[in-house]
């Protein structure tokens, strides 16, 4: 079964700074899909930004981008530039691929508790 | 833009009683989810749903637990008994066929069991 380990329950930011979140996860599978989501105080989950396993560039959304090593099973998320809105629970979340009938829940990590201090 | 909508924002329940939660899909999708997130806790998947039918489900959903498409436009959850450690926010997702199946979350549901 597929695991999402999030090591740091919280991390800490001075605003226009830049910070990173980590993410490792445990599979068997070659291909998969990444997330990370953002659930501010009004509890709704967003989506971040996500990573495919298959590509090797790492994703980039504005001011967030992940640093993707498969080998390693490794997945941080980069908040650049950081704002007093970036202030959320982040999680990182796991999918396996959609061939016919597979599952298409996502296993998510436990999340990291990020403070950004104006 | 499209979204999923949630109703009630926030159910409070005796110990027992029965709850339905509704969730309103994007309209175009076509695989629905619940999850739950106790407080202070990870969110955990509960199932999915697809053409009709539940296409995996966790060991938390257990007899007490169903969904039903009722109207094609809904997705509901249904907890006949609920028990104190039901209390948790209820996420509704749904999701289309695209390649990497983006799930789109509700703003969840509150329940509180007394």
């Known amino acids: 079964a597929q695991t999402v380990t999030q090591s740091q329950p919280e991390m800490s930011v001075q605003e226009a700074e830049t910070v990173t979140l980590s993410c490792t996860y445990d599979?068997?599978?070659?291909?998969?899909?990444l997330f990370w989501y953002k659930q501010p105080p009004s509890r709704q989950m967003i989506l971040v930004i996500r990573?495919?396993?298959?590509?090797?560039q790492n994703a980039t959304e504005n001011r967030f981008s992940v640093n993707f090593q498969k080998a390693a099973k490794s997945f941080s998320l980069k908040i650049s530039d950081s704002q007093l809105g970036d202030a959320a629970m982040y999680f990182c979340?796991?999918?396996?691929?959609?061939?016919?009938?597979?599952?298409?829940?996502?296993?998510f990590g436990t999340g990291t508790l990020l403070a950004v201090q104006p | 833009e499209p979204e999923v909508t949630q109703t009630p924002s926030h159910q409070v329940t005796q110990m027992g009683q029965e709850v339905i939660l509704r969730c309103v899909p994007i309209?175009?999708?076509?695989?629905f989810y619940w999850y739950r997130q106790i407080l202070g806790q990870k969110v955990e998947f509960l199932v999915s749903?697809?053409?009709?039918?539940?296409?995996?489900k966790s060991e938390i959903f257990d007899d007490q637990f169903s969904v039903e498409r009722p109207d094609g436009s809904n997705f509901t959850l249904k907890i006949r008994s609920t028990k104190l450690e039901d209390s948790a926010m209820y996420f509704c997702?749904?999701?289309?066929?695209?390649?990497?199946?983006?799930?789109?979350f509700g703003p969840g549901t509150r329940l509180t069991v007394l």
């Open positions: 990573q495919e396993a298959y590509k090797q």
């Open positions: 749903f697809y053409n009709n039918e539940i296409s995996e």
């Open positions: 309209s175009n999708h076509l695989y």
């Open positions: 979340a796991y999918r396996s691929p959609n061939y016919g009938g597979a599952t298409n829940k996502l296993i």
């Open positions: 599979t068997s599978e070659s291909d998969y899909y």
């Open positions: 997702a749904s999701s289309g066929l695209a390649v990497y199946n983006e799930q789109f």
